[in-house]
């Protein structure tokens, strides 16, 4: 099976596979490691995704689809007047991802066992994901679960160094800041602790470089109107400006000094004097520095902050990891390990680390279930026979070694002797005597799967027929114990008949995921069976007791008269919730309606837009 990794994000994306052992980076058709995401419709409605898009659409800004991660989980409208064309969010994101995936080979996009983890931010709400899943599906990609970009980096920083100690994750990307806090014992992972800035990035760095130097240097040198930076008149002007600012500003990654520089026929504008417009302003990292600091302070806040979420101080911390584009720049790695004092470490691709450690992390999910959970650390086989025997054994571990321990239901004959061999490299166990928990300590000398064969011998040397004689045990990059939830999610309820709405909390800000339950309600009002009317669970996230409405609006789960066809759910009746947030925070409900024998789920019933129903269901 296959393993595919995208990190969908707000400038740049990037794909990869793993096939349990190695790590294939797919690069765009100019040979790039990371795609634009940026779409492209030129007059004759062609459609260019990528780094063509990306450099056209600076000269043709109406004609192209930009920063539209920002808006995913938004009724907001994607306009390219230029070609007469509004699009979603989600179809854009669904572009970039039909695009990467076509860099695939066929092999992987053609087996319908391939399963691909796409990264979110983990300040992503519910609606984002959900829209997120929704390009995913516009795309045709298949078998899809999300993971929030820092448990995503965090694996990538294990497939490099397994030492023992707790690091920091600095996930700055085009449009948000992710930090995680990850401890690192034999191999396995726990987060302690995330958090970040949801717009503080590389495209808030562009728009500074254009507010405090482009804008006044071309307010002094040209007959411009002082609101360049909204007058539609010179949206290409800004537009080309910024392009060129940031061309400029990732040339300071190399160098000490650039020029934010364009000349006249490639802006093609005049000012209100008539003279032809142009771009050559020298600027330098000092300078850059300078403006960008608030920025890069408001980020080393933030990582402080999520230290401190974990309990800890920088002195606890062995190393910091950049990740993203902005952490290509050395004076911004070189300042925020200065802040706060902690060693910097390169042990990763900026660029690629969060689409390598989705595609490990896919190896890890178990895809026949439904709800995309985690493949079983522990195996077993079934020996069968005349003997009540199995083997018990870790499926799944970072480790290079692995147990295998006997359990007999009753004790065998005197003489009985079992084997252990493995079929990758020849090497054998030897005979052993069989008695309940005897244990073989086994070599696991390969990333991925290692493959043993179990033999047992009676008490004259014979071999005795097994049921199961084959056992599989992967090496893992690396395992994630722990996940820590980003936002506190609840279900609105009455605590009683007529009274206050309460906020009854699934999951709270740091709780392990995933993670499982069950709340029972009563229906607030009756719902006969076909009538227009519904029962209505409305999902909210965030802390705020006082009022509920203050929190975020992230869902609404619905029992509607027409999912049922017969019966009455009376008022007072029992509603039992089972809920599930998963490893990437998404949620998944099931109510069950005793009284009419009736079961309905979150895949059929949710909607992530607001109805303004009336609240129909009182407290536990």
Known sequence: M????IDLGTTNSAICSFDGESIRLYKSP???????????????????????????????????????????????????????????????????LRALYGYLPEEIRGDGDTGTVITVPAAFNQMQKDSTMAAADAAGLGRVALMQEPVAAVMSVMRQRKTDGIFVVYDIGGGTLDVAIA????????LLAHGGIAMCGGRDFDRILFDNVVKPWLLENFDLPEDLASNSQYKSLRTLATWAAEKAKIALSQSDESVISLAENELGVRDQAGEEIYLDIPINRSLYDDLIAFKVDESIQATRESIEK????????????????????????DKVAFELGIAPSTDVNPMTAVAE??????????????????????????????LDLSFNYIARTPDSKAKIVAKLGSSAPAGVEFQIDSLDTGWS???????????????????????????????NGGPVSL???????????????????????????????????????????????????????????????GSPGSLNFKLWEGDIDDTIHDNRFIGLFKISGTDFDDDVIAAGADLICEYEVRDSGNIFLEVSVPS????????????????GKVDSCTGP
């Not at 401890?183 to 726990?190: A, T």
Request: with cysteine.
């Open 2 to 5: 296959k393993y595919v990794g």
């Open 30 to 96: 100019e040979q790039h490691d990371v795609t634009p995401s940026a779409i492209f419709i030129d007059r004759r409605g062609n459609k260019y995704v990528g780094s063509r898009a990306y450099n056209n659409a600076a000269r043709n800004p109406d004609n192209a689809a930009v920063l539209f991660k920002r808006l995913m989980g938004t009724s907001t409208p994607v306009k390219l007047p230029a070609v007469n064309l509004t699009m979603t969010p989600e179809e854009c994101s669904a572009e970039v």
């Open 183 to 190: 401890e690192s014992i034999g191999g396995r992972v726990n």
């Open 310 to 333: 974990a309990g800890l101080s920088p002195h606890d911390i062995e190393r910091i990891v950049f990740v993203g584009g902005p952490a290509q720049y050395k004076n911004l790695r």
């Open 357 to 386: 450690g989705a595609a490990v992390f896919a190896e890890s999910i178990d895809w026949a279930s439904q709800s995309r959970g985690r493949k079983s650390a522990r195996g077993a086989i079934s020996a069968g026979g005349a």
């Open 429 to 459: 166990s030897g005979r052993i005597a069989l008695k309940d928990g005897a244990g073989i300590e086994l070599n696991l000398t390969k990333p991925g799967d290692n493959t043993f064969k179990v033999f047992v011998f009676d008490s």
């Open 467 to 529: 049921r199961e004689d084959k056992i599989v045990i992967a090496r893992t990059a690396a395992s994630i114990d722990a996940i820590p939830a980003s936002h506190s999610i609840g279900i609105e309820a009455r605590n009683k008949v007529g009274g206050r709405s309460i906020l009854v909390n699934i999951v709270k800000e740091g709780d392990q995921l995933p993670k499982k339950g069950k709340e029972i309600f009563k229906a607030g009002e009756s719902l006969k069976a």
């Open 596 to 611: 009419i024998s009736g079961s309905f789920q979150s895949s059929h019933n949710f909607y992530s837009s607001q109805e």
